[in-house]
Nanobody, 115 residues
Framework: QVQLVESGGGLVQPGGSLRLSCAASGFIFSLYVMSWYRQAPGKQRELVAFIRSSSSAEYADSVKGRFTISRDNAQNTVYLQMNSLKPEDTAVYYC?????????WGQGTQVTVSS
């Protein structure tokens, strides 16, 4: 079965950096678009970035130039490098894949940006 396991969240000061990882299993990772979403308290879940099987990527305007999504098909892992973090980046970050029309989510990892 499909499993997505995020890691790498934590508490960081404004201007700091974090790298999130999402380890995937149960499907042919290299064939699928992988995405990162986030959900802040009291807000709807929003798309942060996604990466195609070709490794081309797209970003939300709010994170362009600060976040970088990447993938390692040999390790079945997708990453989110987050630089110049702001308090408004505080949220639970989720890994996502849609496989055969079915959505799959990881359990999420908390990112808190605060001084």
């Amino acid at each position: 079965q499909v499993q997505l396991v995020e890691s790498g969240g934590g508490l960081v000061q404004p201007g700091g950096s974090l790298r999130l990882s999402c380890a995937a299993s149960g499907f042919i990772f290299s064939l699928y678009v992988m995405s990162w979403y986030r959900q802040a308290p009291g807000k709807q879940r929003e798309l942060v970035a996604f990466i195609r099987s070709s490794s081309s990527a797209e970003y939300a305007d709010s994170v362009k130039g600060r976040f970088t999504i990447s993938r390692d098909n040999a390790q079945n892992t997708v990453y989110l490098q987050m630089n110049s973090l702001k308090p408004e980046d505080t949220a639970v970050y989720y890994c996502f894949v849609r496989r055969e029309r079915n959505p799959y989510w990881g359990q999420g990892t908390q990112v808190t940006v605060s001084s």
